[in-house]
């Protein structure tokens, strides 16, 4: 056999991260990330078909749905929305540090951008455990903690209790608080899968894998992770604000 | 890295993808798209044995008009599971998870697929939403017909409808992967000189076939999530029970499964574009046209669902609309089926099982076809809807098309699969078959729908005993016609002649690397100067990269070149 | 590599213009505009923000076309899904 030919068939292993199907880490990185964003594709169709429900029962049930999304806690959900576009830019950042190769300010950010990301979480975690408290849980989701709010009278200020504005209802109010935790369930569950996934890239980052020369990685959870920050930077003004200026008016 | 292989070495000592690793182990966690497209061959194989098992049972109990065999309640399980069964884990799967896991790499001139480990992931996602599917079969199994419509699934059914909606959701990920995989792989692992125009025929189906799966499959996905927490919590928006509306969830359900009806049936068009042309051994005509079709067809499918709402209170505009666009997506299904056909013309066309199939599906499909358009129109769909035409409507497409596409296909590439030729003769025997026996199933039950049939009841008036008769006899036969090659298949693996790389004589890919392929698929990356369907003398069509010792590399260059000087 | 690097400035620029709509998004939520006027202003700032991290944030401004591509398609599936299901739902009462 001549020694030439197995040359030329053996393809060259410039960097222990490329893959043996790779012709080379450019085309490895191309279709890495090219992978994702078809992967964010699907996703936009998941969380699509929760906005087209929200989007069809909001125009049913205006009133319904503006009652229920002022009971929601604007300061709570405004403070996560800076939370979380804060963690988007932790995480370009250290998307940024990977490509110039400066391992330790990657780590930083890494780290900064899972503390941010479990804030977001927590205080999610507050906003929940009140609706639990208002019994606002739709359903019987919680067993033995079924939807059952109190209806405020005319004058009572208690926050506690759900102010019906205009020709607002019960049943209306449980189908958004459905929504509402659907939504908002699902993006946190997105949440969750991107910090442990952040914590796996930390791992990684520590043992010094990723450099200019290789950070795909890096750079597509980026992109996954900015994509669940856009998801609530819509869900933010959808279940939060619309319908609060009604409150003047009630 | 091994030596080359040379023509002196002997077939059958070659190391080839099947005998580089033995063992179990070597199988399960193989990241191989050859071999992960044969785990998927198998346990399709085992669905599809599952699924005809009820549809035996349909059959048996529609041969009297008394509902005397099943129970209606039994029947209502026995109809939904054999549509579930083969719908998700038969037909959705079938081409793409083995064919196309099997040769897309290997038709573009790549080592593998793009991520051969979420490749492997997508069987494993494949095989547990199958084994919850079954478990909910054997625990009692589910009445609600495959399309789950709500409210009967949410609150009155006390089947097994979260269990079996879960299989289904999980197995909806192995189907997203494998559209990822394709999607990605077919943009950037293309062989040197594989430019977009070069690529077969089958790889432009996949590529089409694969965005329906990413598009449409999430939105499957999040509705039976959604509604097995109807049926869970008593939440909901599509439940009137819970304030929701049940249109709501059939727009949503069948704007995935109307275009997986296109998932079904495109990678079945791409395999007959290959054996139109392959076996008529000439250039397809119009090539353009026919990759074309495939995505005007992933796009248009996306637009007709509401014709399965015609009837369900959907607005009268809407339907109009509905029924405008669905007329429109026949179409680019008849660019392909007008193709086809002009290639045949003047072609050399020899008669091999897998070209009986493709003429098969054809007819089969132009029926299918032309029936649905009975169906698109919002008046006639009144009187149709839900009656036995529509059962024999979408059978034409799904069986008369992909399944008859996945034999042929399977047919025609098993000696590149396995190393092996099937027998020729048991192959056009089984074929035949297969056709007259699915023409005496489903023809008939054109007629007892037309004449008003209801479907899915388990006894029925006595004047449509004789069409119920003919359907159950044409079922036998078509049930003989698959085991026949279930059987010389399997023997064929050890006992079939020896196959040679190219038997076909043919200028794909797929053909100029040994068979069964080495793992890494090429000896060397093979670089394309050829268009996809351009005929050559046979001694010009060698293995690429094999070469005669005393060649030197100066000739196995040219041959990599596909044309040797 | 053939990839752009965004500079930091670009990151942080992005990062106050998002931080404005935000304050901006929250301030116009508590306005009572006439009409639908609300839900306009309140969706055009989400746009305009998500539009942002896109184009920056995951670098599709410095991305291939087919990129862009895959991106626009997603959105114009989720506008048929949108369209003619509001079509069935809009048109109802005609009849």
């Known amino acids: 056999m001549g020694a030439p030919l197995a040359a030329a068939v053996e393809h060259e292993h410039s960097h222990p991260a490329l893959q043996h199907h790779f012709e080379n880490l450019e085309q490895q990185r191309e279709a890495g990330t090219l992978g994702m964003w078809v992967f964010l594709v699907t996703e936009i169709m998941f969380f699509g078909g929760m906005f087209f429900a929200y989007t069809l029962y909001r125009t049913k049930f205006p009133d319904s749905f503006a009652t229920a999304s002022n009971h929601l806690s604007l300061p709570l959900g405004a403070v996560n929305t800076v939370v979380l576009i804060l963690s988007s830019l932790t995480m370009a950042l250290a998307v940024y540090s990977a490509q110039v190769g400066k391992r330790r300010n990657l780590i930083l950010f890494l780290v900064l951008t899972i503390v941010l990301g479990s804030a977001f979480l927590g205080i999610k975690a507050v906003e929940y455990r009140d609706k639990y408290v208002d019994h606002?849980?739709?359903?019987?989701?919680?067993?033995?903690?079924?939807?059952?709010?109190?209806?405020?009278?005319?004058?009572?200020?208690?926050?506690?209790?759900?102010?019906?504005?205009?020709?607002?209802?019960?049943?209306?109010?449980?189908?958004?608080?459905?929504?509402?935790?659907?939504?908002?369930?699902?993006?946190?569950?997105?949440?969750?899968?991107?910090v442990a996934l952040l914590s796996v890239l930390l791992y990684f980052a520590w043992r010094g894998r990723y450099g200019p020369e290789y950070h795909n990685p890096v750079e597509i959870l980026g992109l996954y992770w900015h994509f669940v920050d856009i998801i609530w930077i819509f869900l933010f003004p959808l279940l939060y604000l619309l319908g609060r200026h009604l409150l003047h008016s009630a | 890295m091994k030596a080359p292989e040379t023509f002196e070495t002997p077939a059958a000592e070659r190391v080839n993808y099947i005998n580089a690793q033995y063992g179990l182990k070597s199988w399960l966690l193989t990241k191989d798209h050859k071999r992960i497209g044969l785990l998927y061959l198998g346990s399709i194989s085992f669905f599809f044995l599952i699924g005809g098992l009820y549809a035996m049972f349909i059959r048996l109990e529609l041969l009297t008009p008394q509902g005397d065999f099943l129970s209606s309640a039994t029947y209502n399980k026995v109809f939904t599971q054999h549509g579930i069964i083969m719908i998700f884990f038969f037909l959705i799967p079938s081409i793409p998870a083995t064919l196309g896991n099997f040769l897309v790499p290997l038709m573009i001139g790549a080592k593998d697929l793009a991520f051969p480990r979420i490749n492997l992931l997508s069987w494993y996602i494949y095989l547990l939403g199958g084994i919850i599917t079954i478990y909910a079969l054997l625990a009692g199994g589910i009445d609600t017909g495959w399309t789950f419509y709500v409210p009967?699934?949410?609150?009155?059914?006390?089947?097994?409808?979260?269990a079996t909606g879960a299989g289904i959701f999980i197995s909806g990920f192995s189907s997203i992967l494998t559209g990822l995989n394709f999607i990605v792989t077919i943009h950037t692992m293309r062989a040197p000189g594989m430019t977009w125009f070069r690529m077969p025929l089958f790889i432009w189906a996949h590529y089409a076939t694969s965005l329906i799966m990413i598009l449409g499959t999430p939105v499957i996905a999040i509705t039976i999530l959604l509604l097995a927490f109807e049926r869970l919590a008593h939440v909901g928006i599509f439940d009137p029970a819970n304030g929701g509306d049940p249109v709501l969830f059939q727009h949503l359900f069948w704007f995935y499964s109307h275009p997986a009806v296109y998932i079904m049936v495109l990678p079945g068009m791409g395999i007959i574009s290959e054996l139109i042309a392959n076996f008529s051994r000439k250039n397809i005509f119009g090539y353009s046209f026919v990759a074309f079709s495939s995505l005007a067809i992933a796009v248009f499918g996306f637009l007709v669902w509401g014709h399965h709402l015609f009837v369900a209170s959907q607005s009268v505009y809407a339907g109009m609309i509905f029924s405008f666009l669905s007329f429109a997506v026949a179409i680019p299904s008849a660019i392909k089926v007008f193709n086809w056909t002009a290639t045949l013309y003047k072609g050399s066309i020899s008669y091999d099982t897998?070209?009986?199939?493709?003429?098969?599906?054809?007819?089969?499909?132009?029926?299918?076809?032309?029936t649905g358009l009975f169906l698109a129109a919002l008046a006639v769909d009144v009187h149709l809807s839900d009656t036995y035409f529509v059962v024999a409507h979408f059978h034409y497409i799904m069986v008369g098309g992909t399944l008859l596409a996945y034999l042929g296909g399977l047919h025609y590439w098993w000696p590149k699969i396995t190393g092996r030729m099937y027998p020729e003769g048991w192959g056009r025997f089984s074929a035949l078959t297969v056709f007259v026996g699915f023409n005496l199933t489903f023809l008939p039950q054109f007629i007892a729908g037309y004449m008003g049939m209801p479907r899915r009841y388990h006894a029925y008036p006595p004047e449509f005993q004789v069409f119920n008769v003919l359907s159950s006899a044409g079922a036998s036969i078509l049930g003989v016609g698959l085991l026949i090659p279930l059987i010389y298949l399997i023997w064929s693996m050890r006992y079939g002649k020896r196959a040679e790389a190219n038997p076909w004589h043919l200028p794909g890919l797929e053909w100029r690397t040994p068979s069964p392929p080495p793992t890494e698929n090429f000896l060397v990356t093979p670089v394309v100067t050829w268009e996809a369907y351009e005929f050559a003398p046979p001694e010009e069509l060698r293995v690429i990269g094999m070469f005669r010792e005393d060649e030197g590399l100066e000739n196995a260059d040219a041959v990599i070149d596909g044309k040797p000087t | 590599m053939s990839e752009h690097i965004v500079?930091?400035?670009?990151?942080?620029?992005?990062?106050?213009a998002l931080m404005v709509g935000t304050a901006l998004t929250v301030w116009a939520g508590l306005q009572d505009f006439p009409g639908p006027l609300n839900v306009i202003v309140a969706l055009t700032i989400a746009v305009i923000k998500a539009t942002l991290v896109v184009l920056y944030f995951m670098h599709v401004r410095y991305s291939s076309r087919l990129i862009w591509v895959v991106f626009a398609s997603a959105l114009f599936w989720l506008g048929i899904l949108f369209a003619l299901t509001f079509g069935d739902y809009w048109t109802r009462g005609w009849l």
Do not use: C, Q, R
Request: charged share 10%; aromatic share 16%.
């Open chain 1, 136 to 194: 606002l849980i739709p359903g019987k989701l919680i067993p033995g903690n079924p939807f059952n709010p109190a209806v405020a009278a005319h004058g009572d200020t208690d926050p506690h209790k759900l102010h019906l504005v205009g020709n607002a209802k019960v049943k209306e109010v449980e189908m958004f608080y459905w929504i509402y935790f659907a939504m908002t369930g699902m993006h946190a569950i997105h949440m969750i899968i991107g």
């Open chain 2, 152 to 162: 009967y699934s949410t609150t009155f059914s006390n089947s097994y409808v979260i």
């Open chain 2, 354 to 370: 897998p070209m009986l199939y493709a003429l098969g599906f054809i007819g089969l499909f132009t029926i299918g076809g032309m």
């Open chain 3, 7 to 16: 500079s930091l400035k670009v990151y942080f620029t992005i990062f106050i």
